[in-house]
């Protein structure tokens, strides 16, 4: 079965680009949808949007000016840019299969990365 | 956004009981586009619910969901140990996609 596995860099500075990678394993990118959400104390779970292999997107619209998701088909991965960082983007960061299509349940997940943003 | 708001914060049961969990949105959810989620302490959530009803692959059978327009219920029909979770529902037929506060169900 498909399985989701994300890296990236857990500490960045304020004002810094938050970049994380997930890998797609077992299974195509193509024929799905394939999302990034976070997860803080302060403000729960929320989507960051989500990206086909074509590279078609679906961008949160509050978030859009600073997050970029983009695709690699030949690597099979796809990744999540987030600039300026501020403390309040500290959250464990997840990727995560889009069920069915665009704007659908999220049926396969990362295993999580922590991002702290500090000084 | 579609606020969701989530019903109780914790639930405290014992093994056998039944739970009901709700999920309020401030506005009608598109279609059925509602889902539920379990969340392990150290895990990613897991899906357990989609369009409102359907069970994810490999859900046991005593996990139900139910709702419409903006009122929503997860049902544990009959609980277990491993039951010991947060839950969170989600709306996905409007943009920004948006997830409830959680429920903590603690077992007794």
């Known amino acids: 079965q498909v399985q989701l596995q994300q890296w990236g860099a857990g500490l960045l500075k304020p004002s810094g680009t938050l970049s994380l990678t997930c890998g797609v394993f077992g299974g195509p990118l193509s024929g799905y949808y394939w999302a990034w959400v ?3 104390p302060g403000k729960g779970l929320e989507w960051l949007g989500e990206i086909n292999y074509r590279g078609s ?7 859009k000016s600073r997050v970029t998701i983009s695709v690699d088909t030949s690597r099979n991965q796809f990744s999540l840019r987030l600039t300026s960082a501020t403390a ?3 959250a464990v960061y997840y990727c995560a299969r ?3 299509g665009a704007y659908d349940a999220l049926d396969v997940w990362g295993q999580g990365t922590m991002v702290i943003v500090s000084s | 956004e579609i606020v969701l708001t989530q019903s109780p914060g914790t639930l405290s049961l014992s093994p056998g009981e039944r739970a009901t969990l709700s999920c309020r949105a401030s ?3 598109t279609k059925t586009y509602l889902a539920w989620y379990q969340q392990k302490p150290g895990q990613a959530p897991r899906l ?3 369009e409102v009803s359907s069970r ?3 859900i046991p059978d005593r996990f139900s969901g139910s709702g419409s327009g903006t009122d929503f219920t997860l049902t544990i029909s009959t609980l277990e140990p491993e039951d010991s979770a947060v839950y969170y ?3 996905y037929g409007n943009s920004p996609l948006t997830f409830g506060g959680g429920t903590k169900v603690e077992i007794k």
């Not at chain 1, 997107?57 to 978030?63: E, I, K, S, V």
């Open chain 1, 38 to 40: 976070r997860q803080s």
């Open chain 1, 57 to 63: 997107t679906n961008d949160h619209p509050f978030l």
């Open chain 1, 88 to 90: 309040a983007d500290t």
């Open chain 1, 98 to 100: 889009v069920r069915a």
């Open chain 2, 27 to 29: 506005q009608s959810v």
């Open chain 2, 48 to 50: 357990l619910i989609y």
């Open chain 2, 56 to 58: 994810a692959t490999g």
């Open chain 2, 89 to 91: 529902c989600h709306q």
